[in-house]
């Protein structure tokens, strides 16, 4: 076969490195024999039965109310349909006395999406030459973004702090200095983009940091965006109290699929009217707009107050168990000499365990999970290509979507490997991707 030419922008999209390199290859070993590992890997929502029973509801309602012609087969708005946005603004002025005009919200197929939108958007090559960058203030964070930018080297972050609780829990803390120092000298951050709570970590930044972080952002007209996939008040996936912040300067990123609608593609940014123009006209181009059915089923869900009731009693209790159920299986089944600390449980779908002084890479150790059948994502990826610390070289990411059998599986090949790692005869031969 002759070899393509491709474009830049081609190039950068297919190369097989960093997150996709990763992903590539945990799919060509869960395609190859699905049955003989233990997944942990996975970011799919698990779908309770309430949740399905909802999604179902809304479809048939749909249908009976013959409304499904009109949905499937006319195009509608790039900005999405007036109902949807409508009900999106009197649910946040109704319950968090947040007042949108029709111009400030706009829904788009999917929240990675919306991020492909607003980061190729405020970031990248300017006008006058200069490389526009987005700025993390907090690693790690959604390997995903650092995917959607259409230019290489445009994601940066800021190294956490690392903070150990107990003998076996840490917590990231936010180094309030370096980024304002980072903002201050650096006059081509284009946009700042976080996730709360946090993929992968389950972190998530106080009230304070963010009201800081807007401020700076604020102060030199930087768009900020808080990426709230796993938030309240869907999937509201947050086991401390949270509520969203928004202001001028922010894009306020939600979506739906961690309440169970991922295939429906719907995410909705809410911001500044000149924001969203932005976006949409972007979103007209290259996709013209979202389903116009899952618009429509997040109408019914919204109004009924299924949607957020479903979240907060059903979802998060979910996660939550699991959480608690993970921690529990590393308690017993890990060694406790060796330093091994799992982030605190604040939100999120994932478990995030930090091995210190682990021997090798984080990929190594995937290899070498992989081959006693267990796949985890290992966390280098969410660090951006940062080469901060070896911390970022430590960590592995635990899908809490697996069931409780699953996990106890996966825990004890980790806890078996790690033994095996630690001890002072272990020899490891590395493996590429
Ligand atoms: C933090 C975060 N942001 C965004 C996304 C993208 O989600 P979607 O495009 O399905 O809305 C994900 C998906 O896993 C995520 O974890």
Not at 56 to 64: G, R, S, Y
Not at 138 to 148: E, H, N
Not at 162 to 174: A, C, G, I, V
Not at 301 to 320: D, E, F
Request: proline letters at 4%; charged letters at 20%; hydrophobic letters at 40%.
């Amino acid at each position: 076969m002759t070899a393509l030419h491709l474009s830049k922008i081609g190039n950068k999209m297919t190369n097989k490195v960093g997150v996709r390199a990763i992903m590539h290859d945990i799919q060509e070993v869960l395609n190859s024999n699905l049955n003989q590992y233990v997944n942990l890997s996975a970011g799919n929502p698990a779908i309770l039965p309430q949740v399905y029973e909802m999604w179902e509801e809304a479809l048939k309602d749909i249908v009976n109310d013959k409304q499904l012609k009109n949905l499937i087969s006319q195009y509608g708005s790039s900005y999405g349909t007036h109902e949807l946005i409508d009900c999106i603004r009197e649910y946040f002025f109704t319950n968090y006395r947040i007042k949108l005009d029709r111009e400030q919200v706009l829904i788009t197929s999917g929240s990675q999406n919306l991020f492909f939108l607003a980061l190729n958007s405020f970031c990248g090559t300017s006008k006058e030459g200069r490389v526009k960058k987005a700025l993390i203030p907090m690693l790690p964070d959604y390997a995903g973004y650092s995917g959607v930018a259409l230019e290489e080297g445009v994601i940066e972050g800021i190294p956490p702090i690392l903070s150990k609780l107990d003998h076996h829990t840490f917590r990231y803390e936010f180094n309030k200095q370096a980024f304002k120092d980072k903002i201050a000298q650096d006059p081509d951050v284009g946009a700042v983009v976080l996730s709360r709570p946090n993929n992968p970590s389950g972190n998530i930044l106080s009230e304070e940091s963010v009201q800081l972080i807007s401020q700076v952002c604020k102060d030199y007209h930087i768009p900020l965006l808080i990426d709230s996939a796993y938030a309240p008040p869907f999937p509201a996936i947050n086991f401390i109290e949270m509520d969203p912040i928004i202001h001028d300067n922010i894009i306020h990123c939600m979506s739906l699929s961690k309440v169970g609608l991922p295939g429906e593609r719907i995410g909705i940014a809410i911001g500044k009217s000149d924001f969203i123009k932005v976006m949409e006209a972007f979103q007209s181009n290259i996709l013209i707009h979202s389903s116009r059915l899952g618009q429509r089923m997040v109408v019914s869900t919204l109004k009924s107050g299924q949607l957020a009731g479903i979240s907060a009693n059903h979802i998060r209790t979910h996660y939550k168990q699991k959480h608690d159920y993970l921690k529990n299986l590393l308690t017993i089944r890990m060694p406790d000499d060796i330093p091994w600390y799992l982030h605190k449980a604040e939100g999120s779908l994932f478990g995030w365990l930090w091995l210190e002084g682990l021997p090798f890479s984080d990929t190594d150790l995937y290899n070498k999970l992989k081959a006693e059948n267990l796949i985890v994502v290992p966390g280098g990826s969410f660090f951006h290509g940062s080469q901060s610390s070896s911390h970022n070289r430590e960590c592995i990411r635990i899908s809490l979507t697996a069931a409780d059998e699953e996990l106890k599986k996966g825990i004890d090949i980790l806890s078996s490997v790690v033994k095996e790692i630690y001890s002072s005869n272990f020899i490891f031969q590395t493996e590429k991707i």
